[in-house]
């Protein structure tokens, strides 16, 4: 089958979740006896964008533009049917749910999103995908002859090699889509490790008293090069900006380890965060039900506890 | 302004999910059932632009008649008239369809939905619908303004937030803080009653197929350390967890 990865790129090179996409991209085509194509829209060097051949790419189709939705899936479609693709793999990220969902649309596409496992191709296409914000999974054949997936983040394991794939630069019309929108400002959290793709997340709950009480959290954050996040609660009492906080109606992670600080772990909390690979959980109240999904816990004042995770963690 | 909003009835999102029949089907059986608490935004914030401009809010189910009480709240709530369309929600792209086919050439200037379902997660439908349609589509929409047919809104992305201008007619997927839930007032309830609900017969065909559901393994038992000794826990994550 002929693979098509539509990569994201941030700050000039391929996003890690999408090195992710491209690694399972891969797969599938040498398992199908396909290509593996990387399209990236955005901003990048050849240089950064050969590296998608890291991950098992092929060849890598480039085009320099702004974001804008209408335009990416514009572009996205046109690549699809011109490299006669029947595959197409992204990270899921609010951006690709935007891109694929209209690609979708005008290629009559099926698609399975939170896919978490190489296609079972033996007859048919059938994912395994993650529903019910984690709580269950769903094996789902796509009937159409063009499959779209977009892959959970973390549940692909990549051994990157140091090949480089070659980049083709293209020239899409998108003339009529680029009029849909304009972007009149960006707000981004800056210096912080970015929290969907980060391997550790320190989080926060009304267990912290108050935004003022924040710092030996952070600081065990820094120490162990951690993005910072926090429960709803925090969130809507504005202790903490809102795309910091996960949960069911927030920022799903999925990181290698997950430290909750003062988070009671309601139902909803654990939504965000039950595919992370370990749980610490720290609470003064040793009934939180938090204890119940976590790997380790302590019971303890979180104001007593955290300097000291600090200090082991610099001690090694 | 002539509004569409999409909802989904899903399992309450502290439900405890289990399957039947040989792992096939969702075992519905003692499930609360809700609007789709992302779609409850979208609801709440075209709601609260009828009210401040003027027009109607029409609210959409693609669903059978088990999602009844949840069109009724949505009614209740303050949406005008609604719609059913009488199938069981199969995959992302048939409910898109569905909703294209009813809303195209019903000159709609917002079509709103929350940014996915809590039970398939997928979303991608407003984008699928923005797509049928041939308007532009965001999610997830945090906050929506509209001024005459000016549509500023901000949307969330990677690690922060973008503030886009666009204009009617446009399909968006919601999420908070767009609005606060609403909660219906006894008038709303009793209004709701007599509010017009059409059902129509379904015209799309899914893409997927759901072959069967399992549930992730069980958790092993928690490990807990003395908060004396918390500093232990980074040697165990180093070591055992291999984390660090």
Same mark, same amino acid.
């Given at each position: 089958?002929? #693979?098509?990865?539509?990569?994201?790129?941030?700050?000039? $090179?391929?996003?890690?979740?999408?090195?992710?996409?491209?690694?399972?991209?891969?797969?599938?085509?040498?398992?199908?006896?396909?290509?593996?194509?990387?399209?990236?829209?955005?901003?990048? $060097?050849?240089?950064?964008?050969?590296?998608?051949?890291?991950?098992?790419?092929?060849? #890598?189709?480039?085009?320099?533009?702004?974001?804008?939705?209408?335009?990416?899936?514009?572009?996205?479609?046109?690549?699809?049917?011109?490299?006669?693709?029947?595959?197409?793999?992204? @990270?899921?990220?609010?951006?690709?749910? &935007?891109?694929?969902?209209?690609?979708?649309?005008?290629?009559? &596409?099926?698609?399975?999103?939170?896919?978490?496992?190489?296609?079972?191709?033996? @007859?048919?296409?059938?994912?395994? /995908?993650?529903?019910?914000?984690?709580?269950?999974?769903?094996?789902?054949?796509?009937?159409?002859?063009?499959?779209?997936?977009?892959?959970?983040?973390?549940?692909?394991?990549?051994?990157?090699? $140091?090949?480089?794939?070659?980049?083709?630069?293209?020239?899409?019309?998108?003339?009529?889509?680029?009029?849909?929108?304009?972007?009149?400002?960006?707000?981004?959290?800056?210096?912080?490790?970015?929290?969907?793709?980060?391997?550790?997340?320190?989080?926060?709950? /009304?267990?912290?008293?108050?935004?003022?009480?924040?710092?030996?959290?952070?600081? =065990?954050?820094?120490?162990?090069?951690?993005?910072?996040?926090?429960?709803?609660? #925090?969130?809507?009492?504005?202790? /903490?900006?809102?795309?910091?906080?996960?949960?069911?109606?927030?920022?799903?992670?999925?990181?290698?380890?997950?430290?909750?600080?003062?988070?009671?772990?309601?139902?909803?909390?654990?939504?965000?965060?039950? $595919?992370?690979?370990?749980?610490?959980?720290?609470?003064?109240?040793?009934? @939180?039900?938090?204890?119940?999904?976590?790997?380790?816990?302590?019971?303890?004042?979180?104001?007593?506890? =955290?300097?000291?995770?600090?200090?082991?963690?610099?001690?090694? | 302004?002539?509004?569409?909003?999409?909802?989904?009835?899903?399992?309450?999102?502290?439900?405890?999910?289990?399957?039947?029949?040989?792992?096939?089907?969702?075992?519905?059986?003692?499930?609360?059932?809700?609007?789709?608490?992302?779609?409850?935004?979208?609801?709440?914030?075209?709601? %609260?632009?009828? *009210?401040?401009?003027?027009?109607?809010?029409?609210?959409?189910?693609?669903?059978?008649?088990?999602?009844?009480?949840?069109?009724?709240?949505?009614?209740?709530?303050?949406?005008?008239?609604?719609?059913?369309?009488?199938?069981?929600?199969?995959?992302?792209?048939?409910?898109?369809?569905?909703?294209?086919?009813?809303?195209?050439?019903?000159?709609?200037?917002?079509?709103?939905?929350?940014? *996915?379902?809590?039970?398939?997660?997928?979303?991608?439908?407003?984008?699928?619908?923005?797509?049928?349609?041939?308007?532009?589509?965001?999610?997830?929409?945090?906050?929506?303004?509209?001024?005459?047919?000016?549509?500023?809104?901000?949307?969330?992305?990677?690690?922060?937030? %973008?503030?886009? *201008?666009?204009?009617?007619?446009?399909?968006?997927?919601?999420?908070?803080?767009?609005?606060?839930?609403?909660?219906?007032?006894?008038?709303?309830?009793?209004?709701?009653?007599?509010?017009?609900?059409?059902?129509?017969?379904?015209?799309? *065909?899914?893409?997927?197929?759901?072959?069967?559901?399992?549930?992730?393994?069980?958790?092993?038992?928690?490990?807990?350390?003395?908060?004396?000794?918390?500093?232990?826990?980074?040697?165990?994550?180093?070591?055992?967890?291999?984390?660090?």
């Amino acid at each position: 089958m002929s #693979v098509l990865i539509f990569a994201e790129l941030a700050d000039g $090179s391929i996003r890690k979740n999408s090195q992710e996409a491209i690694f399972y991209g891969a797969k599938v085509a040498s398992q199908t006896g396909g290509s593996a194509t990387v399209l990236a829209i955005g901003e990048a $060097s050849e240089a950064e964008l050969a590296k998608a051949g890291n991950f098992g790419a092929t060849q #890598v189709l480039y085009v320099k533009k702004e974001e804008n939705i209408m335009a990416y899936a514009k572009i996205l479609t046109e690549v699809v049917k011109s490299t006669g693709s029947t595959v197409v793999v992204a @990270a899921r990220s609010a951006l690709s749910d &935007a891109v694929l969902a209209r690609a979708a649309g005008a290629l009559k &596409a099926g698609f399975a999103g939170n896919v978490t496992a190489l296609p079972d191709t033996s @007859a048919g296409f059938t994912v395994t /995908r993650s529903i019910f914000s984690g709580k269950a999974f769903a094996q789902t054949t796509i009937t159409s002859d063009i499959r779209l997936l977009a892959i959970k983040k973390n549940v692909i394991d990549v051994t990157a090699g $140091s090949d480089t794939a070659p980049v083709e630069t293209l020239s899409i019309d998108t003339s009529a889509e680029d009029g849909s929108a304009k972007i009149l400002s960006v707000e981004k959290a800056t210096g912080a490790v970015s929290l969907p793709e980060a391997d550790i997340v320190v989080s926060g709950g /009304r267990g912290m008293k108050g935004p003022e009480h924040w710092q030996p959290l952070l600081d =065990l954050a820094e120490a162990l090069g951690a993005a910072t996040a926090c429960s709803k609660p #925090v969130s809507d009492l504005d202790w /903490r900006p809102h795309h910091e906080h996960v949960g069911q109606t927030g920022v799903k992670v999925a990181p290698n380890l997950y430290i909750a600080c003062g988070i009671s772990g309601a139902i909803q909390h654990l939504a965000g965060v039950n $595919s992370s690979k370990v749980i610490v959980v720290i609470n003064k109240d040793p009934e @939180a039900p938090f204890f119940k999904a976590a790997d380790y816990g302590i019971v303890g004042d979180v104001f007593e506890v =955290l300097p000291k995770l600090t200090a082991a963690v610099k001690a090694l | 302004m002539k509004i569409l909003v999409c909802i989904s009835s899903v399992p309450d999102t502290t439900s405890r999910i289990a399957f039947e029949e040989g792992n096939t089907r969702f075992a519905k059986a003692g499930i609360q059932y809700i609007i789709g608490p992302y779609d409850d935004y979208a609801l709440a914030r075209a709601v %609260e632009l009828k *009210e401040a401009n003027g027009g109607s809010v029409t609210v959409l189910n693609v669903g059978k008649a088990d999602a009844e009480p949840q069109i009724r709240k949505a009614l209740a709530i303050g949406a005008d008239d609604a719609v059913r369309i009488d199938t069981e929600p199969a995959d992302s792209y048939s409910v898109a369809a569905e909703i294209a086919a009813y809303a195209r050439d019903k000159g709609f200037d917002l079509i709103l939905m929350g940014r *996915e379902t809590t039970d398939y997660n997928s979303g991608v439908v407003h984008g699928i619908v923005g797509e049928m349609l041939g308007m532009p589509s965001f999610s997830p929409v945090m906050e929506l303004n509209v001024e005459g047919s000016k549509v500023l809104i901000a949307k969330e992305i990677e690690g922060g937030k %973008e503030k886009l *201008e666009t204009s009617l007619p446009v399909v968006l997927g919601c999420q908070e803080p767009i609005a606060e839930w609403k909660i219906p007032s006894m008038r709303g309830i009793m209004g709701a009653r007599t509010k017009p609900l059409a059902v129509i017969a379904p015209s799309a *065909e899914a893409l997927t197929d759901v072959r069967s559901y399992e549930l992730p393994p069980a958790k092993g038992a928690v490990k807990m350390i003395p908060a004396e000794d918390a500093g232990s826990l980074i040697k165990l994550l180093q070591t055992e967890a291999k984390v660090l």
